[in-house]
């Protein structure tokens, strides 16, 4: 299923013309707030309907709540407080009980809770909340929590006001179940505000949540909005975890990563996103601003479209991928934040098996040498697209035209602005792109599925390839994911990635932000975004 071109063209025009907030009362653009400079501004406020993106998935986590999350946890060795992976507390639910056979999982609400609305939380909100994340056609929802939850209408069940049931097929999902409900994905909408804006053709208020942000539970609440320069945000005194310490986020768009640099730098603002890697070194090194190390998910990678000339064939996915300069990247660009890359899969994760892996490594004889076996002639011409904002990766694409030049290929840099990358990324357009992304749920059915599940709008690559869908099967139907089992299957569907390279890792990325030396409360997140609600000036 792909995202209708018509949805995404739209996108940028509502937002610019007609975003009419819930409640624009929330002061102008002078009055006192922490101040967080950023490249972009979300590209919708329905997760149904535009669900990547950094300046959106930051969005989305500090407007919205989950019935529970992974609980946060102080750093060691350097590291950055982050979350626990494998334990979860409750944020939406009080608690809940899972029954003997582990099939199924009861959640007694917090219906102390309030929405951004001012809506107390009850069980309506929870099963409308499902039944929308599943029943929208552009949501990728259903894609992303295969086999897990399939069906909301048989495995989502309203008890009473304050208890929700879910039912699992396989007590060896419950792991992926409780990650998935910790994460994004499943934040929780307030029914009563969607379904006051619904109509006949469309009852879950898509088309209106597109421009209207006010239908969550989250820590705060969009208060105003210029589209193209400001979002303004004030702190939901009903938040489940209680209110926040920062009442009032103003966030805005600044283009050039350099004067978001020097915002912090100077003290024109506290946060700065989407820096450049020698930018954060050069705060860090004068020590004008907090730059953090964190025990990091996030890759910078390369999609390839195996479904059209020149990556449709294996041999030229391979060659590429010894035709990046890996060691390159990691100095030139990232200085050191950037590091090599064997599994995709958390290497913190019980049972965790690699073996017969090895990162990726430049070899542009072996480059020449595969096309050349394949019958290619060479160079092969292609097409390589960056978004504009993420300066990251613009210096990373000119790094690879270059080396690549010698391993028998011939690269054209394409650079658009987010909205447009957005629309060719889920209309797969590009033949190639550059990404800067994570698995928000660790669990690795999940990692493995995420970007490969065939049909699904974030399949980038648009991979469908028997032997991996057979592994991330088997591996399901081996129970506890982390059983040896399991894990024998995982290591088997990774190896076939690294074989055919639907999707070349070039490393794991340090977060790209910086922080003012006053600011505490940062918290690393598997999603990648800032917490506002951790935070303490």
């Given at each position: 299923m792909k995202i209708p071109k018509k949805v995404v063209l739209g996108l940028t025009a509502m937002l610019a013309s007609a975003m009419v907030l819930t409640a624009c009362g929330g002061g102008s653009s002078e009055e006192s707030g922490l101040v967080l400079v950023t490249a972009a501004q979300p590209q919708s406020f329905s997760y149904e309907t535009s669900a990547t993106g950094y300046e959106s998935a930051e969005f989305f986590m500090n407007t919205g709540a989950t019935l529970i999350r992974n609980p946060y946890v102080a750093?060691?060795?350097?590291?950055?407080?982050?979350?626990?992976?494998?334990?979860?507390?409750?944020?939406?639910?009080?608690?809940?009980?899972?029954?003997?056979?582990?099939?199924?999982?009861?959640?007694?609400?917090?219906?102390?809770?309030k929405s951004v609305a001012g809506n107390a939380l009850d069980a309506d909100d929870v099963i409308f909340s499902l039944q929308r994340k599943f029943k929208v056609d552009t949501s990728i929802v259903p894609f992303i929590s295969k086999p897990v939850l399939t069906d909301p209408d048989t495995q989502v069940r309203k008890i009473d006001d304050a208890t929700v049931e879910i039912s699992i097929a396989d007590?060896?999902?419950?792991?992926?179940?409780?990650s998935l409900l910790a994460n994004t994905p499943y934040t929780i909408y307030d029914a009563k505000v969607l379904k006051s804006h619904a109509t006949a053709t469309d009852p879950y208020g898509v088309e209106w949540s597109k421009t209207n942000a006010d239908f969550g539970f989250g820590a705060y609440k969009l208060t105003d909005y210029t589209p193209g320069q400001q979002m303004v945000y004030e702190a939901n005194p009903g938040f489940a975890l209680g209110a926040p310490k920062v009442k009032r986020i103003v966030q805005r768009v600044v283009a050039d990563p350099g004067q978001r640099s020097n915002l912090v730098k100077s003290g024109g603002a506290s946060i700065a996103t989407q820096l450049r890697p020698a930018d954060q070194v050069a705060l860090q090194q004068a020590n004008a601003a907090q730059v953090f190390?964190?025990?990091?998910?996030?890759?910078?990678?390369?999609?390839?479209?195996?479904?059209?000339?020149?990556?449709?064939?294996?041999a030229v996915r391979r060659a590429f991928a010894s035709a990046v300069p890996y060691e390159s990247i990691m100095k030139n660009v990232y200085h050191g934040r950037l590091g090599p890359l064997t599994s995709i899969l958390n290497d913190t994760l019980p049972g965790y098996n690699a073996s017969g892996l090895q990162p990726n490594s430049t070899d542009p004889q072996r480059s020449l040498q595969l096309l050349r076996d394949a019958g290619i002639s060479t160079p092969v011409k292609f097409t390589l697209?960056?978004?504009?904002?993420?300066?990251?990766?613009?210096?990373?694409?000119?790094?690879?035209?270059?080396?690549?030049?010698?391993a028998g290929f011939e690269v054209t840099i394409n650079e658009v602005n987010s909205a447009v990358f957005q629309e060719g990324l889920a209309n797969k357009t590009f033949q190639a792109s550059m990404g800067r992304d994570y698995a928000v749920v660790q669990s690795p059915p999940y990692v493995l599925s995420l970007f490969y599940t065939p049909g699904s709008p974030i399949n980038w690559p648009d991979f469908d390839y028997a032997p991996l869908n057979d592994a991330i099967a088997a591996g399901n139907a081996a129970g506890d994911p982390l059983s040896t089992a399991a894990w024998t299957q995982w290591n088997n569907a990774t190896r076939i990635l690294a074989d055919q390279m639907p999707t070349v890792y070039v490393g794991y990325v340090q977060p790209l932000n910086a922080f003012a030396n006053n600011l505490k409360g940062y918290v690393f997140r598997t999603d990648n975004v800032i917490d506002y609600s951790e935070l303490e000036q």
């Open positions: 750093g060691d060795n350097g590291m950055a407080a982050h979350q626990q992976l494998f334990k979860f507390e409750p944020e939406l639910a009080k608690s809940y009980d899972v029954s003997a056979d582990k099939k199924v999982y009861t959640f007694h609400l917090n219906t102390a809770a007590p060896g999902f419950g792991f992926t179940l409780l190390t964190v025990p990091t998910n996030a890759y910078v990678y390369i999609p390839l479209l195996t479904t059209k000339a020149p990556f449709d064939n294996p697209t960056v978004n504009n904002a993420v300066p990251d990766l613009k210096e990373t694409a000119v790094q690879i035209q270059t080396a690549a030049a010698s």
